[in-house]
């Protein structure tokens, strides 16, 4: 059984969709001071006693046509932020203009809207998709709730199911426990395409697959991007995928962006001491390469109560007093395009860090090692 | 009461092997199907060897490794073979006999180590119960024995954690709550599985860090079941490549990963994401595994193989030696040198 992506579907439509309204240089969406807190309640009036600080004062955008990575250790946030864009739970502040109009506002767009133009796929292929319902149906659901034709949205789903790479005559009467996981999750992206949306989030949507599978779903995620003239945001742990997929990435640690900018600056010559020691602990398949001592030590701490202060400095070799007393600032996120920024006191010269100014990169690598030993 | 193997006739030495598996084979039966997860599988380790299988899911490497702890539900697995780790004899231990090489001999860590602690008992305590299960000790020297052991695997502050429920443990210090469990027997052999893939990379490179120094130190021998090439890159000395319940390729780290030569195993490193060119499709293996209810005869990656032909899809190819342990399972090896097949796969 042989799932090849079917070329000749793939035709390349030409730059610019037909709901293009802020032109090429607006951004497809941005985001401006966006915060979730969860409530944390206890005690016998089960009063607010703490709050987990999940997305905390997040701004950036996202081009048009581009692939945004996003990246971080699991319970950075990086999840929370994929459901806030999509309104899957209310934000406590912070506004999203989607393509010039401000969302969920009275001159702007509705939510129903947003969500036409934008969709998510999950990690979990399986859990997202309804056991009871045969894959086609499943493809042809959002249309037919968004007033297309039943029939309409039939034929709409068999081509999508076409286009993902599953033969519709064999895959469109099968439920999901019909499927392996790499199909599912073939199903899961035809289905975010169903509403003809101009913008995916893909949270971890490839995390799942076996290595050989992966390969073929981001192939596939290639293709369609290209077909469909897409917009991807695109959220991962492996950084070698993020690597591969993104025009420009974005890091977070604890609720927080610490590092934005264009991949090949970010993994090239990163700024924050955190991108720093990510890239470090990417595994290399060469035996003759060991790591021998962790680039990180520790686990990320308790987002209930950050540290003051930069987040980071708990864990971070260069950390100094001055980190303890000020966060650090990342600069105007919300409008960079190019920019490469990082919330870190070393890179702004007047911050007060006896560091300031210099680049990672000339700071001695073993340098890193030594402090890091000596701090623990 | 051990039970001596008695399969070749030298006899335990240092240079014999701590784990010999010949021929397994491991049929779960159901009402419905058959599926046939391991089909003839022989491989040895070495004292204080790590052995990396790596394979994708539903290769059958899980289960092999399950098998040497005898985990299966009886009623429903047929196994079939030979294996012996140390001095006994799997297959013909007792049950009584079994439990009490599981945890002293052979010990496992599993990927998820939530499920595998149990919630309402401390971490110490989980500790320390293996300890006087296997030792007959005391339960306070049990208890100074569990807090060296959370100091061994480098968790933070010991003493405090040493008093913690499971769910007040991050993932990383879960992990090595567990590997404090399973070492603290000093085993011969280790068996983890997956032990660092859910793990978040800067964590995962703490854990394999700690592992390789403990077994180092320990002499163990390890089995290690991944899908991550780049973790057998950090741990393994042997490298075994499984697919639909057999190994298909085997030899040392450093052949398998700097020259492979199996069609298989080619795709699979073409296919793990690694610095690739963007905007250039990733050279995947088409197709997907094939059902273990039905496997198709001869070589099970003929359907997927871009080299394969009428006589792969005909009989399974026989082991080929190509010097220094490297061993492959495909006609096509044969036929070719290993760059030959390199440039037609890519």
Known sequence: ?376 | MPNVYQLGKTPMTAQSPLVEVKDLTVNFVSREANVRAVNGVSFDVMPGEVLCIIGESGSGKSVTMRSLMRLHPKARTVIKGQMRVADYDIMALSDREMNSVRGSTISMVFQEPMTALDPVYTIGEQIAETVMRHEKCSEDVAMQRALELLQMVKVPSPERRLKAYPHELSGGLRQRAMMAVALSCRPQLLLADEPTTALDATVQIQVLIVLRKLQEEFGMGVIFVTHDLGVAAQIADKVAVMYAGRIIEYGSVRDMLLSPRHPYTLGLMASTVHGQTRDTDIDAIPGSPPDMRDLPPGCSFAPRCKLADAACSAAFPDPIDHGNGHMTRCFKTSEQTSAEVTTHIA
């Open chain 1, 1 to 376: 059984m042989t799932i090849a992506v079917p070329e000749r579907h793939l035709l390349p439509v030409p730059p610019g969709h037909p709901h293009d309204r802020g032109g090429k240089a607006q951004p497809m969406l941005i985001v401006q001071n966006l915060r979730k807190f969860f409530p944390i309640h206890g005690g016998i009036l089960n009063r607010k006693v703490a709050e987990v600080k999940a997305v905390d004062n997040v701004s950036f955008s996202v081009q048009k046509g581009e692939t945004l990575g996003v990246v971080g250790e699991s319970g950075c946030g990086k999840s929370t932020l994929a459901r806030l864009l999509m309104h899957l739970m209310p934000s406590d502040q912070g506004t999203l203009v989607f393509d010039g109009d401000p969302v969920d506002e009275p001159r702007g767009i509705s939510l129903r809207d947003l969500r036409r133009n934008m969709q998510m796929v999950f990690q979990d292929s399986y859990s997202s998709l309804n056991p009871r319902l045969p894959i086609l149906e499943s493809i042809a659901y959002g249309p037919s709730v968004h007033g297309v034709k039943r029939a309409d949205a039939k034929a709409k789903a068999r081509d999508l199911l076409e286009k993902v790479g599953l033969k519709p005559d064999l895959f469109a009467g099968r439920y999901p426990h019909e499927l392996s996981g790499g199909q599912k999750q073939r199903v899961n992206i035809a289905r975010a395409l169903a509403l003809g949306p101009r913008m995916l989030i893909l949270d971890e949507a490839v995390s799942a697959l076996d290595k050989s599978v992966e390969a073929q779903v981001l192939n596939l995620l290639g293709y369609l991007k290209r077909h469909f003239n897409l917009t991807y945001m695109f959220i991962s742990h492996d950084l070698h995928v993020v690597q591969y997929v993104s025009d420009r990435v974005l890091v977070m640690y604890l609720g927080q962006v610490v590092e934005i900018g264009p991949v090949k600056q970010i993994y090239e010559a990163p700024k924050h001491p955190y991108t720093m020691a990510l890239l470090k602990s990417r595994l290399i398949i060469d035996p003759d390469t060991r790591i021998e001592i962790p680039p990180l030590v520790g686990d990320p701490p308790n987002p209930i109560n950050p540290p003051s202060g930069c987040r980071f400095r708990t864990r971070c070799p260069y950390a100094e007093a001055i980190c303890a007393e000020r966060a650090p600032s990342l600069g105007n996120a919300t409008y960079a395009r190019d920019e490469h920024l990082a919330a870190c006191h070393i890179t702004n010269p007047i911050a007060g860090h006896s560091m300031a100014g210099q680049t990672l990169q000339a700071l001695d690598g073993e340098d890193i090692v030594k402090r890091a030993t000596e701090a623990h």
